[in-house]
Nanobody, 119 residues
Framework: QVQLVESGGGLVQAGGSLRLSCVAS????????MSWYRQAPGKQRELVAR???????TYDDSVKDRFTISRDNGRNTLYLQMNNLKPDDTATYYC?????????????WGQGTQVTVSS
């Protein structure tokens, strides 16, 4: 069972920055696409950013040019650098990873880290 542990959330003023980290219990080189999702109160969980094993990245339009996703396989860690934060970015942020293997792919979720942006 793979564990994903997020950290780096907190309270920040609008315009500020935070960097989220997600450490995996296995080598991330053994994981395929990794992503950050977020869920605000009363809303559905949404995809924020995704990075493949080939380091191809995609972003939701709402965070493009403000957030950067990256992965460091040497540290088994996924990152999300968040700049110019806005109150609408307030949510619980979740790390997500897919492991491909013989048989159905396996999906893993972290426990989430809270990000609160004050105006």
């Amino acid at each position: 069972q793979v564990q994903l542990v997020e950290s780096g959330g907190g309270l920040v003023q609008a315009g500020g920055s935070l960097r989220l980290s997600c450490v995996a219990s296995i080598a991330t080189s053994n994981l395929n696409a990794m992503s950050w999702y977020r869920q605000a109160p009363g809303k559905q969980r949404e995809l924020v950013a995704r990075i493949t094993s080939q380091l191809t990245t995609t972003y939701d339009d709402s965070v493009k040019d403000r957030f950067t996703i990256s992965r460091d396989n040497g540290r088994n860690t996924l990152y999300l650098q968040m700049n110019n934060l806005k109150p609408d970015d307030t949510a619980t942020y979740y790390c997500f990873a897919v492991q491909l293997r013989a048989g159905p792919p396996i999906n893993y979720w972290g426990q989430g880290t809270q990000v609160t942006v004050s105006s």
